[in-house]
């Protein structure tokens, strides 16, 4: 059996090893965990649905398929998966536009796209694409989720306010049709849904833990009752025909594929990084082992089965994950059992889903996204850096203004332009010993005002050495040989390099013979076996020379400093190098400390 085959095995075997965890004590606690989930799930799943365009027993049927099938042959411990609301929002906005929401071909067509959402997530784990898929952005998620969220807010205010609009796209658009419409709106519609909203943050205000949500839904209810909301105008839930999801090939042709197969890539992309991102915070948090691939081809599974048993594309879920491992899951068998409490949940529950007034789940939905809004995170980015601060507001402002489809690739671009543009940018620092809070390490000459050796240039870099990198290092290098003339011995501490092609290898053999050119000399020094290879095969080392390739910082000052010239270091006055006590030292220095005034340069700075 090849290696090949036994991966393969690996990735579909349906023996997972995580099932040699499972005892009677762990079966306790994810059963707990299990129940806890299904009572959360069950009035977002409706609600979810309703953002995706489908009927509510689309969004019950897949909180029953997609965690069921996530758990077994996903990665994490804890994630529980399902229908998500940025998933079904960019269901939505893809199938708007190719039939009427709730109709039949509506929901045909989204069976479809949940197919090829997981097989595509499938082609994707099986090319091992999970290192690519984490390149993103995290800024782009945080934007994209943002824009999410004030979308499906703005979708549910005709619910909330009880006014029937024409569909519109964008978030401009539906507030411009809402306003002009404002004066018919209807009273009992905005009672249901701002008592939905009270409720609901009154219940998380004192007692997080409770299923506010569920609850919420059950009080609208019997507040619809009370007020009689459908004789009043308000619009009612159909009735669920049935609560056990069928096996059902969704009909499709090659224009449905062609049609639904940018959607499908967005929705599959936004779904991994999702998942791949809440699974992996997870593992970190219980120090646990997470195989990026493996949970690709969970989720693909998921989405796969998903489509064929009337469930629409699933993702994983932060608020039923967290949920999980407060209520103490062991294992994945808890989103298992989530699966099946929420079929027995629905058997009681479903017979009173056509009491439920629509603007009690509108009211739901808008809590969800306003929920989706990370401030605290958003705050950050913009405080922390300028480069993720643009990746996030292109992401947001495309989503707002064209599709969240479109956001997903503007704001993918500007994180892939964004790296290109810092590793072309690597930074270089002219650096000099000095002593700081008692130790003595390299420090940058410019940043602190030190006064340099004035025959060695310590230069370090940090970024890859490559032909888009190498304009902008050879820059640097001029300005610190006009800065510092006298300084004709380089030493290159490449520590921080994470790749060197052919245009970085020509480079540096173009810099040593300068270097020698002038009468001065050069020095490397390289740490990582990947780096001092890539100088061998690159033939960079035949020009250096393998008496100029140092493990550390110490041997190549020693070799330096070795080849200073004694006339400079009789009248030099800093002594920058422990390794200087070799040299003929000035009357009145010492030959092994380095001078009060950069010893004082810290503390001066600090003042």
């Known amino acids: 059996m090849n290696s090949l085959t036994r991966t393969m095995i690996a990735l579909f075997s349906p ?12 079966i306790k606690v994810d059963v707990f965990s299990g129940i806890t989930n299904a009572a959360i799930v069950l009035p977002q799943s409706v609600a979810f649905a309703i953002v995706a365009g489908l009927p509510p027993q689309y969004g019950l049927f897949s909180a029953m398929i997609i965690p069921l099938i996530a758990a077994i042959w996903g990665s994490s411990m804890v994630m529980v998966s399902g229908p998500t609301v940025a998933v079904s929002a960019i269901l939505y906005t893809t199938l708007i536009q190719h039939a009427e929401p709730g109709s039949a071909e509506y929901i045909n067509l989204a069976l479809c796209l949940t197919l090829m959402t997981g097989l595509v997530q499938l082609l994707a784990g099986l090319v091992r694409a999970g290192a690519l898929i ?15 969220a004030l979308l499906i807010s703005v979708s549910q205010l005709s619910y909330i306010l009880g006014i029937k609009v024409e569909r519109a796209e964008g978030i401009i658009s539906r507030l411009y049709t809402l306003f002009n419409s404002i004066s018919s709106y209807n009273s009992t519609a905005i009672l249901l849904s701002i008592s939905t909203i009270l409720m609901i943050l009154i219940m998380q205000m004192f007692a997080r833990k409770i299923p506010a949500y569920l609850i919420a839904l059950v009080l609208g ?40 197969l940018p959607g499908a890539t967005t929705i599959a992309f936004v779904a991994l990084l999702g ?26 599974l998921s989405n796969i089965v998903g489509g064929l048993c009337q469930s629409y594309a699933g993702s994983g879920s932060f608020t039923r994950s967290a949920l999980n491992q407060k209520t103490g899951a062991a294992t994945p068998l808890s989103a298992v059992f989530a699966s099946f409490f929420l079929l027995l949940l629905l058997y009681f529950v479903a ?55 479109v956001s997903v690739i503007a704001g993918t671009i500007v994180s892939l332009l964004v790296f290109i543009h810092r590793s072309a940018n690597p930074k270089i620092a002219a650096a000099t010993p000095a002593i700081h809070h008692g130790r003595r390490s390299l420090r940058g000459v410019l940043y602190w005002n030190l006064e340099p050796c004035p025959q060695i240039s310590f230069l370090r870099i940090d970024g890859p050495i490559f032909f888009a990198s190498t ?12 800065l510092f003339p006298k300084q004709k011995i380089k030493i290159l501490y490449i520590k921080g390099v994470g790749d060197i092609d052919l245009a970085g290898a020509d480079f540096l053999v173009s810099e040593i013979k ?15 076996q990947d780096v001092v290879s890539t100088l061998e095969k690159t033939e960079v ?67």
């Open 351 to 405: 017979p009173f889903i056509d009491q439920l007034p629509v603007p009690v789940v509108a009211g739901i939905i808008f809590m969800v996204a306003f929920h989706l809004i990370d401030v605290k995170e958003i705050l950050h980015i913009i405080k922390s850096s300028k480069r993720e601060t643009l990746i996030l507001v292109v992401t947001f402002l495309t989503g707002v203004i064209t599709s969240l489809d």
């Open 221 to 260: 209810v019997l507040i619809g009752n009370l007020v009689d909301a459908e004789a009043k105008g308000i619009a009612m839930f159909s009735s669920i025909a049935s609560i056990i999801p069928q096996f059902q090939i969704p009909q499709f042709d090659l224009h449905i594929v062609s049609t639904l």
């Open 514 to 528: 300068a270097s020698r050119q002038e009468g001065g000399d050069f020095h490397i020094v390289a740490i990582h």
């Open 541 to 607: 080392l035949d020009v250096l020379g393998e008496r100029h390739l140092h493990p550390d910082k110490s041997e190549a000052i020693a070799a330096a400093v070795e080849l200073a010239s004694d006339e400079i270091c009789k009248t030099c006055q800093i002594r920058t190098f422990l390794e200087c006590k070799h040299k003929q030292v000035p009357e009145g220095v010492s030959s092994t400390c380095i001078p009060p005034e950069i010893l004082d340069i810290f503390s001066e700075q600090k003042k």
């Open 275 to 300: 998942a791949i991102s809440i699974g992996r915070t997870f593992a970190l948090r219980r120090h646990e082992k997470y195989n990026t691939d493996q949970e690709i081809i969970g989720q693909g």
């Open 15 to 26: 023996k997972r090893s995580w099932m040699k965890q499972v005892t009677a004590k762990t």
């Open 471 to 482: 304009a902008k290092i050879e820059k640097q290098i001029r300005k610190y040989e006009q």
């Open 134 to 148: 984490t390149f993103v952005s995290h800024s782009v998620m945080t934007g994209f989720t943002a824009a999410v």
